[in-house]
């Protein structure tokens, strides 16, 4: 009887949120939307609370069914309202998400403050147009019950996907990073990636909103969905979190034939980098030094089999033409270790005197134990407004440049490459923010058996920004089956396996070095296999069983 007592007073409380939620018009309408995106925040890193979303999500799912039904007559009204609702819901969710943003307009304070105010605003605007569009295509097919929350899940997973390649992509806090907070939920990555990850997490944590507030009571009695659909989401998390425990504990890691790493995480100020000569020197002869004293776990320092990594823009000189820099570097590296540093590349434009650089690369370099540059690698994936300007030639006379140091835009790499180096596993090479696009990390043909990643975080600070970008980096670990080294200037740097675990890393603000060996890869996932193609699949058959033999609303009585 007490058990029996306390699900009716849930019932009840519940029923009294939704139909509260769903009654709101006008601004405190979108108020509550607003407020739920935001404290949606919560379940991303680095505060990794995931059950804040079955309360969060719901309440989305109640405030549009407070928007009316989209009938003939009324259908554009209806639409607007549901779009404008999930607008801010996303203007919450990105405003609170991405705010350290703001702290890459600091750097150059004198230049650049007066843009925080925009860009740190403009961005969620923008971005919660996804969330706006996929509110306003799910309420078009708002079914009763949980075939709602099923509709919901479908649309904001293909929002989603085009947010993150419409315009060269923003797949930044997908709501399926909610799940990268554990090692075991975050495994279904290999088998889904980062977007199923997101369709996956809605489906369980939409299910309290089996409640619809637009049944009547006695047919809510007899649809018997409003504890069996969270019972049953609950039950599909906790299999999936099994799934995965299963599959890191029968894990048997196993590394390269002798090769190690070093990553240096040098912690330089992100303004004194392109300073003056003195400093410049500085700069580059502690980076020597990181990279070739002993440590505890190195006690005769590096070997010929040691690749040593330095972090993205890590050397404040174009490296390619510093011979000095190149044959100090030679001279730190054991014959047959390797460095990969991050550097800028200027060429001449075609034809014209080669002192005078026009065309600007953000670089990749990997040099030998003799000085000689053996590789080069250019960033594919640059980052709008940080290293190139969409629509520069109209934007530049409202007075917005992007955040580097050269005046102009970076130019685009070739796209994504596998470089086989001498005494090396072959690697496949990502500069910061080319880490983030599922399924855009490993280059068509022969696959890698690592993936490196150089960063400067330092752009942001210590806010929410850094562990972001980190958990992003062990996604794609564990959707490609592939371990990946990270050096990042002022963390977080890593040595993470196929599995997405961190076996040694360095946090923010704080200087020292990785010795690490390197991990073996698995064999290919399925999500390395088939990319989103199994998702697509899964979005269809979900499509059509919320569809087959769905029943017509009942207004309430």
Excluded at 282 to 308: A, C, F, H, W
């Amino acid at each position: 009887m007490r058990v029996e007592s306390g699900l009716a007073a849930a019932v009840y409380r519940v029923e009294r949120v939704a139909v509260a939620l769903a009654e709101l018009r006008g601004w405190r309408r979108y108020l509550a939307a607003f407020a739920a995106g935001a404290v949606s925040v919560l379940a991303l890193p680095p505060y990794d609370f995931l059950p804040v979303l079955f309360i969060t999500v719901p309440f989305l799912i109640w405030l549009l069914d407070g928007v009316g039904e989209p009938t003939r007559s009324r259908r554009r009204r209806v639409l607007w309202r549901a779009g404008v609702v999930g607008w801010w819901f996303g203007f919450g969710y990105f405003l609170l998400g991405l705010y350290w943003i703001g702290h890459a307009f600091l750097v150059e304070a004198e230049k650049f403050a007066f843009l925080l105010p925009v860009a740190v605003t403009l961005l969620p605007a923008g971005l919660a147009l996804f969330t706006g569009a996929a509110a306003a295509l799910a309420r078009l097919f708002w079914f009763r019950g949980y075939r709602r929350v099923v509709v919901l899940a479908v649309s904001w997973t293909v929002l989603e996907w085009l947010r993150g390649h419409i315009l060269t992509g923003f797949p930044w806090n997908l709501i399926g990073e909610s799940f990268s907070g554990s090692d075991a939920l975050m495994q279904a990555a290999a088998l889904v990636g980062a977007y199923g990850l997101s369709f996956i997490a809605l489906l369980i944590v939409g299910s309290p909103a089996a409640f619809d507030t637009r049944v009547s009571p006695a047919q809510r009695a007899v649809d018997g969905e409003l504890l069996t659909a969270p019972l049953i989401a609950l039950a599909g998390l906790a299999l999936i979190w099994v799934g995965g425990a299963a599959r890191i504990s029968s894990a048997e890691l196993k590394y390269a034939d002798g090769v190690s790493v070093r990553i240096v995480h040098p912690n330089t100020p992100f303004a004194d980098d392109w300073a003056d000569e003195n400093r410049v020197l500085t700069i580059i002869g502690q980076l020597l030094r990181m990279s070739r004293d002993p440590t505890p776990e190195r006690p005769r320092g590096i070997d010929g089999k040691t690749v040593v990594v330095w972090p993205e823009n890590a050397v404040p000189v174009l490296l390619a033409r510093q011979p000095y820099v190149l044959s100090a570097i030679g001279r730190v590296l054991p014959e047959g270790a390797l460095l990969i540093a991050g550097s800028n590349r200027g060429e001449p434009e075609p034809g014209g005197p080669s002192d005078r650089l026009r065309v600007f690369y953000n670089s990749l370099y990997v040099v030998g134990a003799g000085g000689e540059i053996v590789e080069t690698y250019d960033k594919h994936h640059l980052v709008p407004f940080g290293e190139y300007v969409p629509l520069r030639h109209w934007l530049g006379r409202i007075g917005l440049r992007q955040l580097v140091q050269f005046q102009g835009s970076f130019d685009v790499g070739p796209g994504p490459r596998t470089l086989t180096l001498p005494g090396l596993p072959p690697v496949s090479p990502l500069i910061c923010y080319e880490v983030i696009f599922p399924g855009e990390v490993v280059a068509p043909g022969p696959r890698p058996d690592w993936m490196v990643n150089i960063t400067n975080d330092a752009w942001f600070g210590v806010h929410a920004g850094p562990s972001q970008h980190f958990s992003q980096v062990r996604l794609r670990a564990v959707e490609q089956g592939l371990p990946l080294v990270r050096a990042a200037n002022s963390g977080i740097s890593a040595v993470i396996d196929p599995y997405g675990r961190v076996l040694k890393s360095l946090p923010l603000d704080r200087r020292g070095v990785i010795d690490a060996a390197l991990p073996a890869p698995l064999q290919p996932t399925l999500y390395a296999r088939l990319g989103d193609f199994f998702l697509a699949f899964l979005l269809l058959a979900a499509s059509a069983a919320a569809w087959y033999g769905r029943p017509r609303v009942k207004s309430r009585a």
